[in-house]
């Protein structure tokens, strides 16, 4: 099982990116799902996650800016980010706990994708 982060880039304080992350393999089905990140020097984060179900849960530093959603017949979840501020600057990792086909769960983390807020 692979998760693949993808979206990050170089945005202006106030703009928009979405961020995709597409797991593929022997995957059965997909639980909880969530996006994290990590500035520099600082310890990782949970930004935003969602359950099988589209149950959502934000960091107080980005309701009402960010929006999490998932595809389940594509296993893959969406970070939409809006009014984007510097202090959002990290790397953000994808990260979800998949029942494979040989009847186990893990959680498997992508490999991040960087976010870059500045003008």
């Known amino acids: 099982v692979q998760l693949q982060a993808s979206g990050g880039g170089l945005v202006q304080p106030g703009g928009s990116l979405r961020l995709s992350c597409a797991a593929s393999g022997s995957i059965f089905s997909i639980n909880a799902m969530g996006w994290y990140r990590q500035a520099p020097g600082k310890q990782r984060e949970l930004v935003a996650s969602?359950?099988?179900?589209?149950?959502?849960n934000y960091a107080d530093s980005v309701k009402g800016r960010f929006t999490i959603s998932r595809d389940n017949a594509k296993n893959t979840m969406y970070l939409q980010m809006n009014s984007l501020k510097p202090e959002d600057t990290a790397v953000y990792y994808c990260?979800?706990?998949?029942?494979?086909?040989?009847?186990?769960?893990?959680?498997?983390w992508g490999q991040g994708t960087q976010v870059t807020v500045s003008s």
């Open positions: 990260s979800g706990s998949v029942w494979n086909l040989r009847g186990t769960k893990d959680d498997y």
């Open positions: 969602i359950s099988r179900g589209g149950s959502t």
